[in-house]
């Protein structure tokens, strides 16, 4: 979930934006950044609804126009002065204004950009600001769009396996209300002067259905209220942290998330690492993509790799590795090339995630198939039971 952050900085007042669990962990990681926060709020909120009250500055996008500039032969101030004219957005436009405005003043880059949190996220602005002690920022920007765009190709794989599965669950859902709510109430008032004599399953279906025909009113809005609790756990963090938290206990599930939220962390420390930034540092930044158990042991470990400790070593007693990524840490601690062997790490296991999602998915659908219709079937067996059985007493 994604959060609005106020915080007092050494000299200044900073807003920011970042996702987290929940308010402690985004307090947190505003902590972690030496700063001292001074208000946290879920991204969008008014009453108990959260949405975007605006339009996010599209960083990735920005990026790579921004890289295409630079690579044609325009220096950063001309670069941004050209998608300053182009871009049509008030909102945008304002952003690279004030960016503009402090590249004249004779900020660096890295500092314009720091001021305008909500746009460009300290991930963003470290990146900037290693590549400016070695001036290659057009290398930065081609990683930071790299690891943007392998981020989201293993989010789209994710969110493409789950929307069948939300279709199957929202239609069955769907006709089961539609049994349970219209066609039981008018069986019920069939089987009124029969009902002792019913199968006590199709008694207590009828029983339901003429509580559903007296209280109609009533039942849909109890439905409305659970469908509206429904959507007011789902916004609260606490309520989502609950619900990981009991993925990740279920069997056979549990590892596969772990080893997900590795890739990315993993993913993100290499992008660091070749961009020049200290590994400590770099493993302190790329936290805040763990949940706060994992967040734990990254914190040991760190401390571990201060005191001399190899990152392999730290890394493996904190139980942040999978047998693959320990050997690769190792091999990348002999090679000086941990940056590189980090990004090798997170693109195994994509693969191996990827591979995953595609079993589960080949799994669970027609497992959810097989259960719909199990529900939908025993609904119907128990309306239309006293039929069956009077039709048998007749032969």
């Not at 890289?67 to 049509?88: D, F, I, P, R």
């Not at 300290?122 to 290398?139: G, H, N």
């Not at 609790?229 to 599930?253: D, E, F, M, N």
């Not at 401390?303 to 590795?321: D, H, T, Y």
């Amino acid at each position: 979930m994604r959060f609005e952050i106020r915080a007092l900085g050494t000299d200044r007042r900073v807003n920011l934006t970042l996702e987290a669990a929940d308010a402690a962990d985004a307090a947190e990681q505003v902590r972690l950044q030496g700063l001292s926060v001074l208000d946290v709020r879920p991204a969008g909120t008014l009453g108990f609804l959260t949405w975007r009250r605006r339009a996010r500055f599209p960083l990735v996008l920005f990026s790579r126009e921004l890289l295409a500039l630079l690579n044609s032969g325009l220096s950063l101030v001309e670069a941004l002065q050209t998608l300053e004219e182009k871009e049509a957005r008030p909102e945008t436009r304002k952003v690279l204004d004030d960016v503009l405005k402090r590249l004249y003043e004779g900020e660096s880059f890295s500092a314009a950009i720091g001021h305008v949190s909500e746009a460009f996220p300290p991930l963003y602005v470290a990146t900037v600001r290693a590549a400016e002690r070695t001036s290659d920022l057009p290398q930065a920007l081609a990683r930071y769009v790299a690891y943007q765009d392998q981020v989201e190709q293993v989010r789209k794989k994710a969110l493409a396996a789950s929307i069948y599965p939300m279709l199957l669950m929202v239609v069955g859902g769907l006709v089961a209300l539609f049994l349970l709510g219209f066609v039981t109430p008018r069986f019920a008032s069939i089987y009124a002067d029969n009902m002792e004599n019913l199968p006590w399953a199709s008694r207590v279906l009828m029983q339901w259905g003429n509580f559903v025909a007296a209280h109609a009113v009533n039942a849909g809005l109890l439905l409305l209220a659970l469908l509206g609790a429904a959507v007011y756990a789902a916004s609260r963090p606490a309520a989502r942290a609950w619900v990981a938290r009991q993925l990740w206990r279920l069997p056979g599930l549990g590892e596969p998330l772990r080893v997900f939220q590795l890739t990315r962390f993993y993913r993100t420390v290499g992008m660091l690492l070749s961009g020049g930034i200290p590994v400590v540092t770099a493993l302190e930044m790329a936290g805040g993509l763990l949940q706060p158990e994992l967040r734990l042991r990254l914190a040991s470990a760190a401390v571990s790799i201060r005191e001399g400790q190899a990152l392999s070593q730290a890394m493996a007693r904190a139980g942040l590795v999978t047998p693959v990524a320990l050997r690769m840490l190792r091999v990348g601690e002999k090679s000086g090339r941990m940056g590189e062997m980090m990004e090798s790490i997170a693109t195994f296991h994509e693969e191996e995630t990827s591979r995953f999602v595609e079993w589960f998915t080949r799994l669970f659908e027609p497992i959810l198939m097989a259960l719909i219709g199990l529900i939908i079937g025993v609904i119907v067996v128990m309306l239309y039971l006293p039929i069956f059985e009077l039709a048998g007493s007749l032969e």
